[in-house]
């Protein structure tokens, strides 16, 4: 299983960005999240899908961000609107293999991840 990112760059602040993530390999992991990590700070869970289409976005980002999927092309989707500057950070995909994963957006709980795409806003 590999996951890659693309999508990320350079904003200012009120601006807009979509995430990429294409999972190539086969998986029937239980959920796909998007995670993020800003220097000096823990990684933390942003939003996730979980393999029959119910979708969480945490607190921080709701109404900002959107989380999507196109199942055709095994591409998972991170909409960001309204960025502000603390959403700077390194965001990576990673695939959840259980009800935990799902439940509690934590890193410890997914297993494969991909290299990640830098998010910088001004």
């Known amino acids: 299983v590999q996951l890659v990112e693309s999508g990320g760059g350079s904003v200012q602040a009120g601006g807009s960005l979509k995430l990429s993530c294409a999972l190539r390999?086969?998986?029937?992991?239980?959920?796909i999240g998007w995670f993020r990590q800003a220097p000096g700070k823990q990684r933390e869970g942003v939003a996730v899908?979980?393999?029959?289409?119910?979708?969480r976005v945490e607190d921080s980002v709701r109404g900002r961000f959107t989380i999507s999927s196109d199942y055709a092309k095994n591409i998972l989707y991170l909409q960001m609107d309204n960025l502000q500057p603390e959403d700077t950070a390194l965001y990576y995909c990673?695939?959840?293999?259980?009800?935990?994963?799902?439940?509690?957006?934590?890193?410890?709980?997914?297993?494969?991840w991909g290299q990640g795409t830098q998010v910088t806003v001004s």
């Open positions: 990673a695939l959840g293999s259980s009800t935990l994963a799902w439940t509690s957006l934590s890193a410890s709980a997914f297993v494969y």
């Open positions: 390999g086969y998986t029937d992991e239980y959920c």
């Open positions: 899908l979980e393999r029959f289409g119910a979708t």
